[in-house]
């Protein structure tokens, strides 16, 4: 239970433990003034750009989601797209229409055949989900370290990619669920990716992130001083999936289709790099790292089009990542934050 | 035994064979730099695409077996050379996510040169007839297969177990610092495994378009994947329990397909990278493999 009881935000005053008001304030401003900057975007620009502004916004709540995971916990787990599957199909049978699903899904049971749910509970139920399948499996795969998680992770992507192609009845197969009802936009991309935040900021700088980065560090001196790692692993993982499951449940309503193959091992790849590029266990690094990418891979896409060189995009992320790997293989900020966002947002130095 | 088995187990050995192929470079590059080299994979597309180019052009196919090797063997120099050896020593996550990036560059790099057209391609009509054996046939292809493999697996062990070079890459995989100290050229040593793991690689991608008569780009992805699971089965590091790992998979593979209901063949990959997860779990060094090794 040592884990759960460190959640509790404590009165004491060990450095850091408190996030004080100014910080609370710093970041109410931020957030204020990013919606602010969307709104002019929704309304200045083409609805694409939007779009693309949205597809961004979860990138980033990817890449901060298995910070939490990959980067505080040092779990290499590469299996946010099996994840992002399960969430993406769960809130796709749940938000479809009743009437296309009698025909579309026919081994659906009578009772989910007739539900027909709106975003918010659908997404909470895929990430509920997510969170179900990540800790059945968690238990086991999670004994596992270093690659060998990794490997087993990326097995779990193509397990979950052939029961999607393979499951006709439930998940119309290989040509996937198409027509979603569009429920999200841009907003709902940004209020996800600021509880993401939020959240991982608020897990981070806390007694339970502190343990999570002494896992990372020397799981065997973390469990001398108390800490039970495998519980602490398991809630990275779980936590890790849950964003993930609710992410893909996002990103299908938003491209209005889900397939076995939407989700892949390319994309688990993409996020890992930001996370690696932006520094391992830093959020600003996440999310600087995740724009960036997005922004690059997307800006090139015109160009692969009218060259005819598909692919350009992915070769050249794959090359940033391993100049970074030369270079700077800790990542542009490491496993901390800038100064100027921690003075800016924790009110004092991060221990 | 019926013909029907017959034809499943040779199916499922010329199977393995290609998987082999792929799991004993993997496992020995593991064994002597402990780098998982996702890269792997991608070298059975390069020497598929390479036997396209090579039979296009009209050489003699005992040529093409040389070639193929040579290229192969080229490539993973290279990639070792320019991307490999600058990060040695980093961590192993670290090594793991620069291999997938080098993966990603090539698969990609090669879907913008060839297209991601699949390609169609032959062994020649003498080599895709079936032969008679004691009363049951086969495909030649796959016996073809099954032997040209065995073969290099057998000069594999010549060179690993009868050459100085084989007894320098077995002196650095048991400690690359002791090897150095007694005069091994490390770096010429790995450079040489890369190479030999490379080239049988490209040599399954040889036989990748002769078995599946259908190539493409990424083509390479999967069987890298399972060339790990073949070396986990077989015990990660360890040559001879890649190459037992390899054809077990390919037999698995083969009966789970040849002997369940229709319905269920879809499920192929589920089910390896199932049997991957329950064999990390419950045997984590490997079938084969006696002492309990670090998995960390």
């Not at chain 1, 007739?114 to 989900?129: D, F, H, K, V």
């Not at chain 1, 339970?208 to 980065?213: F, K, N, P, T, V």
């Not at chain 1, 790849?269 to 830093?282: L, R």
Request: glycine content about 12%.
């Amino acid at each position: 239970m040592a884990a759960t009881q460190e959640v509790k935000p404590s009165n004491d005053t060990a450095v850091g433990t408190v996030v004080p008001r100014g910080g609370f304030i710093a970041a109410a401003l931020t957030v204020l003034a990013a919606a602010a900057a969307v709104f002019a975007a929704q309304h200045g620009f083409s609805a694409y750009v939007v779009t693309l502004l949205a597809l961004l916004f979860i990138n980033a709540a990817l890449a901060v989601s298995l910070t939490l995971t990959n980067g505080l916990t040092g779990l290499f787990s590469l299996g946010h797209p099996a994840f992002m599957t399960i969430g993406a199909y769960v809130a796709a049978i749940l938000t479809f229409s009743a009437r296309r699903k009698g025909s579309m899904l026919p081994d659906l049971p009578e009772w989910l055949a007739a539900t027909e749910l709106s975003m918010l509970p659908a997404l909470l139920i895929a990430g509920l989900a997510g969170g179900i399948v990540a800790l059945a499996i968690g238990g086991a795969v999670l004994r596992l370290k270093g690659h060998y998680l990794a490997v087993a992770t990326l097995g779990l992507i193509i397990v979950v990619q052939g029961l999607a192609t393979n499951w006709d009845g439930i998940t119309r197969g290989g040509a996937g669920l198409s027509g979603l009802p569009r429920h999200v936009n841009v907003w709902w991309a940004f209020g996800f990716l600021v509880f993401v935040v939020a959240l991982t900021w608020r897990m981070k700088f806390s007694s339970l992130g502190r343990a999570m980065m002494a896992v990372r560090e020397n799981e065997l001196a973390a469990e001398c001083s108390g800490i039970n790692a495998a519980r602490l692993k398991i809630l990275a993982f779980v936590v890790g999936a849950v964003l993930a499951a609710m992410a893909g449940a996002l990103l299908s309503h938003l491209i209005s289709v889900v397939t076995p193959k939407t989700y892949s091992v390319l994309l688990a790849f993409n996020i890992v790099v930001m996370v690696v590029i932006g520094g391992s266990g830093s959020i600003t690094g996440a999310l600087v790292a995740a724009a960036a990418i997005t922004i690059l891979s997307e800006s090139l896409r015109p160009v692969e089009e009218s060259v005819g060189l598909y692919g350009l995009s992915q070769v050249i992320v794959a090359l940033c990542l391993i100049l970074v790997l030369y270079l700077k293989p800790a990542g542009l900020f490491g496993s901390g934050e800038p100064a100027v966002v921690r003075r800016l947002f924790s009110g004092r130095k991060e221990p | 035994m019926s013909q029907y088995l017959f034809q499943q187990l040779i199916n499922g050995l010329a199977l393995g064979s290609l998987y082999a192929l792929v799991a004993i470079g993997f496992s020995m590059i593991y064994g002597i730099v402990r780098l998982i080299n996702f890269a792997h994979g991608d070298l059975v597309m390069i020497g598929a695409f390479s036997t396209l180019a090579l039979v296009t052009a009209g050489v003699p196919w005992p040529l093409i077996l040389v070639f193929v090797l040579t290229i192969g063997a080229i490539a993973g120099m290279t990639i070792e050379t320019i991307v490999f050896r600058p990060i040695r020593g980093a961590s192993q996550v670290t090594g793991f996510i620069a291999t997938l990036a080098v993966s990603i560059a090539i698969q990609n790099s090669a879907l913008m040169i060839l297209s991601g057209q699949p390609r169609n391609f032959l062994f020649p009509a003498g080599m895709r007839q079936r032969v008679g054996l004691g009363g049951v046939n086969a495909s030649l292809t796959d016996i073809v297969i099954i032997v040209l493999t065995l073969a290099l697996i057998a000069g594999l062990f010549l060179i690993v177990y009868r050459t100085r070079l084989g007894t320098a890459m077995r002196a650095t995989a048991e400690n690359l610092t002791a090897a150095r100290l007694m005069g091994v050229a490390v770096n010429r040593t790995i450079l040489a495994a890369f190479a030999i793991g490379s080239a049988l690689a490209a040599v399954s991608g040889l036989f990748w378009g002769g078995k599946f008569g259908q190539i493409d780009p990424l083509l390479g992805f999967v069987p890298g994947l399972k060339a790990f699971v073949a070396c986990v089965i077989g015990g990660v590091g360890s040559i001879g329990g890649a190459m037992m790992g390899g054809y077990i998979l390919g037999l698995a593979e083969v009966l789970f397909v040849g002997l369940l209901p229709q319905e269920f063949s879809g499920y192929r990959d589920t089910f390896v990278f199932l049997l991957l997860i329950v064999i990390l779990l419950v045997r984590p060094s490997g079938l084969f493999v006696r002492q309990t090794e670090e998995r960390a």
